[in-house]
């Protein structure tokens, strides 16, 4: 039989025996009550519904890739197994989200309700390396559980379009780097870690399949669905549409009535009779002003310099009108923090929002190029030669990096130390404070271009080995002089 055929039966099979047990449910619910068998089709209809072939092939991928994974990881224990335990919550959760996408029409992608549903899989991406963080001491299992937090990511295919499935090829070769590692350690001293090793890159390859197969140009929604914001999702998980209401029982009580209409807004009619009071006092013409009191000149302010010295604004508090109190501005410390992340899009590093940690970036093709934002307090290890290096609303952050291919650009930050232990061929700085650069020999015909900055040092590192950095700050104060109608402009020097 052939693999299409093996797995149409095995659909079939499962979908059989999850009707034999509903049936077995509601005859023990229902025995002896006199239900009848319209009653039967009525309560099995509203109690499941088929489920979707991307769902159906969803519980395959977790029934073999990663329970296999799953037991592999318990045999090695410790560490390890915690990982794996977060990765099965992270494709449980993935399940859930696949089959509610199911059931609704394709939401705004930044819109609150959608956002809401990628918070479980990001709070598990973001365990994963929590768990490898812990274990940063020990080199052998740091590795192993480096494989599987860089791996983790692929989870995230939910949100990539048009092409979600190259993008979980992308972040399965970005582990497979730290899966060298395993293997090459464990060659000739146990099997168990390189078989676990294989299990979690299979595990991420039969992903990539099921994208491909099932999510070709992204998550798969229901054109013909509801509105993710009238979405509830039903009590049982195998729901494909909002199922329809179960009749009431015998004898029951009728349904609530729905609830009465809105009252209309009692300021309309008081704002028509406001409005025509005041087109007929309009059409007063000059006997409008009859009304009006006689100022004294000793109570005019350009004919009494006295009542200019005193304070209008007092003058206004005083009075009736008191002007309304300033809007309090929202503390920084409230603002809402967005969560760090690191990760490979397409070929480039995405290091965001980190806060007093340290990161390193593997880069493992040349044509990778890293991008830091938002980042305070943290120090980036850039590993391997990079593309292109690119750091954006920095504070206070350390940058390591070996080799930059083309150019390192720093931008709108401050307090910044940047290292290039290889060779960099030209540097950036843009809009920023406090700029310490060190350079090694091989950056020695840089080109280095400043623009509204201050406190930049730049400190070279001389040809001999082990020889002392020598500092160079960069000029703040330019002069420029007309010449012969032209205008030439030199760095001022305090020497």
Same mark, same amino acid.
């Given at each position: 039989m052939s693999s299409a055929g093996q797995e149409m039966l095995t659909s079939l099979i499962r979908r059989l025996e999850a009707a034999t047990q509903r049936l077995e449910r509601y005859t023990e619910a229902h025995a002896g009550d006199g239900s009848t068998t319209t009653g039967t089709a009525s309560a099995l209809s509203t109690e499941e519904i088929e489920l979707p072939p991307s769902v159906v092939a969803y519980d395959d991928f977790i029934q073999t890739a990663v329970q296999k994974y799953l037991n592999l990881s318990q045999e090695l224990g410790g560490a390890v197994a915690e990982q794996a335990q977060v990765i099965e919550q992270l494709a449980r959760r993935q399940r859930g989200l696949i089959l509610k996408a199911s059931q609704v029409r394709k939401p705004a992608p930044n819109g609150p309700e959608f956002t809401a549903w990628l918070n479980p899989l990001q709070e598990c991406i973001m365990a994963t390396d929590e768990v490898r963080k812990q274990h940063r001491a020990n080199k052998e299992l740091f590795d192993e559980l480096s494989v599987v937090s860089d791996g983790a990511g692929a989870f995230g295919w939910v949100v990539v379009e048009p092409t979600p499935g190259p993008y979980v090829k992308d972040m399965r070769d970005g582990a497979h780097f730290y899966a060298i590692r395993v293997m090459k350690m464990f060659k000739d001293k146990d099997p168990k870690p390189i078989e676990w090793v294989n299990s979690f890159l299979a595990m991420l390859d039969s992903l990539t399949d099921y994208v491909k197969q099932h999510h070709k140009t992204g998550l798969t929604w229901n054109p013909k669905g509801v509105d993710i914001k009238d979405f509830t999702e @039903?009590?049982?998980?195998?729901?494909?549409?909002?199922?329809?209401?179960?009749? #009431? *029982?015998?004898?029951? @009580?009728? #349904?609530?009535? *729905?609830?009465? *209409?809105?009252?209309?807004?009692?300021?309309?009619?008081?704002?028509?009779?406001?409005?025509?009071?005041?087109?007929?006092?309009? !059409?007063?013409?000059?006997?409008?002003?009859?009304?009006?009191?006689?100022?004294?000149?000793?109570?005019?302010?350009?004919?009494?310099? @006295?009542?200019?010295?005193?304070? #209008?604004?007092?003058?206004?508090?005083?009075?009736?009108?008191?002007?309304? #109190?300033?809007?309090?501005?929202?503390?920084?410390?409230?603002?809402?923090?967005?969560?760090?992340?690191?990760?490979?899009?397409? !070929?480039?590093?995405?290091?965001?929002?980190?806060?007093?940690?340290?990161?390193?970036?593997?880069?493992?093709?040349?044509? &990778?190029?890293?991008?830091?934002?938002?980042?305070?307090?943290?120090?980036?290890?850039?590993?391997?030669?990079?593309?292109?290096?690119?750091?954006?609303?920095?504070?206070?952050?350390?940058?390591?990096?070996?080799?930059? $291919?083309?150019?390192?650009? $720093?931008?709108?930050?401050?307090? $910044?130390?940047? &290292?290039?232990?290889?060779?960099?061929?030209?540097?950036?700085?843009?809009?920023?404070?406090?700029?310490?650069?060190?350079?090694?020999?091989?950056?020695?015909? $840089?080109?280095?271009?400043?623009?509204?900055?201050?406190?930049?040092?730049?400190?070279?590192?001389?040809?001999?080995?082990?020889?002392?950095?020598?500092?160079? *700050?960069?000029?703040?104060?330019?002069?420029?002089?007309?010449?012969?109608?032209k205008l030439h402009t030199t760095a001022v020097d305090h020497a």
């Open positions: @039903a009590p049982t998980t195998t729901a494909s549409a909002p199922p329809p209401a179960p009749a #009431p *029982p015998a004898g029951g @009580a009728p #349904p609530p009535p *729905p609830p009465p *209409p809105a009252a209309p807004a009692s300021g309309s009619s008081d704002q028509q009779v406001d409005m025509s009071a005041v087109f007929q006092q309009l !059409n007063k013409g000059e006997g409008i002003t009859a009304g009006l009191r006689k100022v004294d000149k000793s109570q005019m302010t350009h004919k009494n310099p @006295a009542l200019r010295s005193g304070s #209008p604004v007092k003058s206004l508090q005083a009075g009736k009108g008191k002007p309304a #109190p300033p809007i309090p501005t929202k503390p920084r410390s409230l603002t809402k923090k967005q969560p760090p992340k690191m990760a490979l899009e397409g !070929n480039r590093w995405a290091v965001e929002n980190y806060r007093s940690d340290e990161v390193t970036v593997e880069i493992s093709d040349f044509r &990778q190029s890293v991008y830091l934002f938002n980042c305070e307090n943290t120090t980036v290890h850039v590993r391997g030669k990079a593309n292109a290096v690119t750091m954006l609303k920095c504070k206070k952050v350390g940058l390591l990096v070996e080799s930059v $291919i083309a150019v390192a650009d $720093i931008v709108n930050s401050s307090s $910044i130390k940047f &290292q290039v232990t290889g060779r960099l061929p030209s540097l950036m700085i843009d809009k920023c404070d406090g700029v310490q650069v060190f350079l090694s020999p091989e950056c020695a015909d $840089i080109a280095i271009t400043t623009a509204k900055t201050s406190e930049i040092n730049v400190s070279m590192q001389g040809v001999e080995e082990g020889s002392d950095y020598v500092e160079h *700050p960069v000029p703040e104060q330019l002069c420029s002089v007309f010449k012969n109608g």
